[in-house]
């Protein structure tokens, strides 16, 4: 029997503008939570060993709308003269995906530190978007110089600089070192958030948001306190075990849910994707690649990664998108990216997002 061409969309994977030929991705065997049978028809999810739970048919979640974050460097510089005459180094960075997306119009919060260095002093400048609060250090250097450290914004002026100079340096440079504070933010929640706490209080990304473990329900099965299509940061997940349930048991019971919710979401989009672009599959399933999203195969198989349950729903559509154009184009030719953008109109931010996320962040199970 002929093996079956099959097409896979790999972590960090780069991609190409919409419209652009590329080359296709590498042709590799499929990963395993379960053998895909040869025949059926129908949109059915085989779940794995791992407690995927076989989808049902829920309403069609409606995707809210994307939010972009920016991976933070600590450490990197501008200067500036005391007139505010230099640029700062480099170009800002372009969004990327943050497990807990700000909006753009959204504050980063700069809270004063528990301690400050030797000689420094907290100050807070209002600036057109928001209150910037930075470390302020003086110095013999002979120009202002912005960084960003593990505590925010640090300033270092000359002594013969005026406080009144410093504050409008800062209020020139607000719309960087905004761009800065947001990068830092959002890096310092991804870290976060890759080292799950396995105990109450520890904190989950689902569907682009933070939910928060709880133990002790006193329901038979795990449950979300809130909407489970519509999550909002701090929902209590409850899950049905012990109050001194260790570490193991809390990760295992937080796994099982979320691949059951993967499966329910995830047939629930790929229902409405088939139904507003016609096509068919034969079979869907959940797969824990370490190294792709999805795949498709030419006969109508398709897996999809059970960890995009992580991220907000724009990123999974675009990923259900791209797997359901493969049974039209099975390349990444710029006939396979306008099919990409028939099935999901202005899916390129959301492409863009997921090929700058580092798999990292990602919770370890």
């Known amino acids: 029997m002929a093996r079956n061409n099959q097409l896979e969309l790999l972590f960090n994977a780069p991609a190409p503008d919409a419209g652009d030929a590329a080359e296709p991705l590498p042709v590799a065997a499929a990963p395993s939570l379960g053998q895909v049978p040869d025949s059926g028809a129908g949109l059915d999810a085989i779940p794995g060993p791992a407690g995927a739970a076989s989808p049902a048919a829920p309403a069609t979640p409606a995707a809210p709308p994307l939010a972009a974050g920016t991976p933070g460097i600590p450490g990197e510089r501008a200067e500036?003269?005391?007139?505010?005459?230099?640029?700062?180094?480099?170009?800002?960075?372009?969004?990327?995906?943050?497990?807990?997306?700000?909006?753009?119009?959204?504050?980063?919060?700069?809270?004063?530190?528990p301690t400050l260095p030797d000689g420094a002093r907290w100050r807070v400048v209002q600036a057109p978007q928001q209150a910037i609060g930075f470390i302020l250090q003086r110095s013999r250097r002979r120009s202002i110089g912005f960084v960003?450290?593990?505590?925010?914004?640090?300033?270092?002026?000359?002594?013969?600089?005026?406080?009144?100079?410093?504050?409008?340096?800062?209020?020139?440079?607000s719309r960087w070192i905004v761009t800065k504070l947001r990068a830092w933010h959002d890096r310092k929640e991804q870290l976060a958030l890759s080292?799950?706490?396995?105990?109450?209080?520890?904190?989950?990304?689902?569907?682009?948001?933070?939910?928060?473990?709880?133990?002790?329900?006193?329901?038979?099965?795990?449950?979300?306190?809130?909407?489970?299509?519509?999550?909002?940061?701090?929902?209590l997940l409850r899950l049905a075990l012990p109050a001194d349930a260790d570490g193991p048991r809390i990760r295992d019971a937080a796994q099982a849910w979320l691949q059951q919710r993967a499966g329910v979401w995830f047939g629930a989009r790929l229902g409405h994707f088939l139904q507003v672009s016609g096509?068919?599959?034969?079979?869907?399933r959940l797969s824990s690649a370490a190294t792709r999203w999805g795949s498709c195969t030419s006969d109508g198989h398709i897996m999809l990664n059970w960890r995009l349950i992580h991220f907000s729903p724009a990123i999974i559509?675009?990923?259900?998108?791209?797997?359901?154009?493969?049974?039209?184009?099975?390349?990444?030719?710029?006939?396979?990216?306008?099919?990409?953008?028939?099935?999901?109109?202005?899916?390129?931010?959301?492409?863009?997002?997921?090929?700058?996320?580092?798999?990292?962040?990602?919770p370890t199970f």
């Open 279 to 284: 096509l068919k599959i034969k079979r869907w």
């Open 195 to 235: 080292q799950t706490r396995w105990q109450p209080g520890g904190a989950l990304p689902y569907l682009g948001k933070r939910i928060v473990i709880a133990l002790g329900s006193h329901d038979r099965h795990a449950a979300l306190a809130g909407d489970a299509d519509q999550p909002a940061d701090g929902d």
């Open 148 to 173: 960003i450290t593990d505590d925010g914004l640090r300033v270092t002026a000359p002594n013969w600089v005026t406080l009144k100079q410093i504050d409008e340096a800062v209020l020139e440079k």
């Open 317 to 362: 559509d675009y990923v259900i998108a791209h797997e359901l154009a493969h049974l039209r184009e099975m390349n990444h030719s710029s006939n396979f990216w306008a099919e990409v953008g028939h099935i999901l109109p202005d899916y390129e931010q959301a492409r863009d997002i997921l090929r700058r996320h580092d798999p990292a962040s990602l």
């Open 80 to 113: 500036t003269s005391p007139a505010g005459t230099a640029a700062p180094k480099g170009g800002g960075p372009g969004p990327g995906f943050s497990l807990a997306p700000s909006s753009p119009l959204l504050q980063v919060p700069t809270p004063c530190p």
